[in-house]
């Protein structure tokens, strides 16, 4: 990642997103990086969930919103982007897909 955004994301939106208590569940694919992220939890106000499967390579972020917004984002250095797309049919369907992974690899 990019290391101008994770200062970003470190020092300005965990502690926004913690600061208006709301609260994150997150799936992502098992690293170390992702390791030390997942310790951080407690003060993140957030629970990761570390995925040790060779399918789940996930190289960008989907972000559900309950209002019915869904954002995705590519943070790698060669593509850098987001859009926003609001739908509540879309959000149903990534929010079926997220809840299944989730109990799928919840131990």
């Known amino acids: 990642m990019d290391s101008k955004l994770k200062n970003y994301l470190d020092n ?3 502690p926004k997103r913690v600061k208006a208590k709301v609260f994150a569940k997150v799936i ?3 690293s170390k990086d992702n390791e030390e992220y997942a310790k951080k939890d407690k003060n993140s106000l957030r629970k990761t969930l570390l995925v040790k499967d060779k399918m789940f390579n996930m190289e ?4 559900l919103y309950d209002s019915g917004k869904v954002f995705i984002a590519m943070f790698s250095k060669n593509e850098m982007s987001g859009l926003v797309i609001e739908s509540k049919n879309l959000y149903s369907s990534l929010k079926t897909i997220f809840d299944l992974l989730w109990k ?3 131990s």
């Open 60 to 63: 960008s972020e989907i972000n």
């Open 104 to 106: 799928k690899y919840e």
């Open 12 to 14: 300005e939106y965990i």
């Open 28 to 30: 992502v694919p098992y």
